[in-house]
């Protein structure tokens, strides 16, 4: 079992950047695949990033404008937002699955922060 907490959303303007922050705790958390989704309001979840020993990977709608690292040291893993822009607004969720590569197919599988708000003013 992990844990994960997210911080680091709010408020930004179009154009700006913001850095999501998952803290991850358990003992087995370094050997996990993480992630992060986001959710508009109604809608399913959406696959953003991952990365784990099996590689990254990225959703189109987000490649180039974020980025995903892991500090191994610390169990956190990050997400840096730049260039965001009015659609980005969404509740932002960091994942992790103790299979790799991250089963973005299989949410239901995944452990789950509690989200974080992230809002893109126009």
């Known amino acids: 079992q992990v844990q994960l907490v997210e911080s680091g959303g709010g408020l930004v303007e179009a154009g700006g950047s913001l850095r999501l922050s998952c803290a991850g705790s358990g003992r087995t958390f370094d050997s996990y695949a993480v992630g992060w989704f986001r959710q508009y309001p109604g809608q399913a979840r959406d696959f953003l990033a991952t990365?784990?020993?099996?590689?990254?990977k990225y959703a189109d709608s987000v490649r180039g404008r974020f980025i995903i690292s892991r500090d191994h040291a610390k169990n956190t893993v990050y997400l840096q937002m730049n260039n965001l822009k009015p659609e980005d607004t969404a509740v932002y969720y960091c994942?992790?699955?103790?299979?790799?590569?991250?089963?973005?197919?299989?949410?239901?599988?995944?452990?789950w922060g509690q989200g974080t708000q992230v809002t893109v003013s126009s």
């Open positions: 994942v992790a699955d103790n299979v790799s590569p991250l089963r973005t197919w299989q949410p239901d599988s995944l452990f």
């Open positions: 990365t784990s020993w099996s590689g990254t």
